[in-house]
């Protein structure tokens, strides 16, 4: 089922989600060919898109109304089937925790996670990413939403910082206000190994777990790196 928000975008059900981005998952399979394949799949939509908004623009130049809204529905319904546009219509005030997008957000922000060159190159938008690690840092989701956060705050603080990374202290937090040992024990796991990057950035999240009230700052990362000895 599809409803008209007053924005004039649509805020789709689980199955209009899949039906237009069902194919995404492949973005983050094992298999290459199945990965590849998405991927093509992607860019064939990001084009499409393009497009669409390249008509849509082109109708301003023209006192015409009625072609004018055609083209805004048209723009509006080709990019949803595209990543990360697709991402950018969640209405305002609408639990995240419900909404039918969430798989797909989730998808976005692991296929950054675990194959980030692939996705800097065929759809880097860092806005998008900050926006979705903080719309998605609230204690209420499910376990199983839970568990996929915490994969990801896990890869995270493996790898080399990259542009919008400390957004993830949020879903830290927020995953240790429902369900702590989980995540604590793998961060812990983290900041003994012997990789530098997870043993700095383990630490450092672990360090703010155990201090709600201090914020996550650049400076507060830097005096904690002096104290540390990291």
């Not at 997008?101 to 998808?107: C, E, F, T, V, W």
């Amino acid at each position: 089922m599809t409803r008209e928000t007053e924005t004039g975008m649509s805020a789709d059900g689980a199955d209009a989600w899949h039906e237009r981005l069902g194919w995404a998952f492949g973005l983050t399979a094992g298999d290459r060919a199945e990965r590849a394949a998405a991927l093509a799949r992607l860019a064939d939509a990001r084009r499409n898109t393009q497009d669409a908004l390249h008509r849509y623009n082109k109708t301003w130049r023209r006192r015409y109304s009625p072609r004018r809204k055609a083209a805004s529905r048209n723009y509006l319904e080709v990019r949803g089937g595209s990543l990360p546009e697709a991402l950018w219509d969640r209405p305002a005030g609408a639990d995240v925790a419900a909404w039918p997008g969430l798989p797909y957000a989730l998808l976005f922000l692991e296929w950054e996670a675990r194959h980030p060159q692939e996705w800097t190159r065929h759809a880097k938008a860092w806005g998008t990413k900050q926006g979705l690690i903080r719309d998605l840092a609230v204690a209420h989701h499910d376990r199983t939403v839970r568990t996929k956060l915490a994969d990801l705050v896990e890869i995270v603080v493996q790898r080399p910082y990259r542009c919008k990374d400390r957004e993830y202290v949020r879903v830290a937090r927020a995953v240790d206000a429902v369900d702590s040992d989980d995540l604590r024990g793998r961060l812990e796991a983290a900041a003994r190994t012997d990789n530098p990057w997870a043993r700095r950035h383990a630490g450092y999240v672990l360090h703010l777990l155990d201090r709600p009230e201090v914020p996550n700052t650049r400076h507060v990362w830097q005096s904690w790196l002096a104290a540390s000895g990291e």
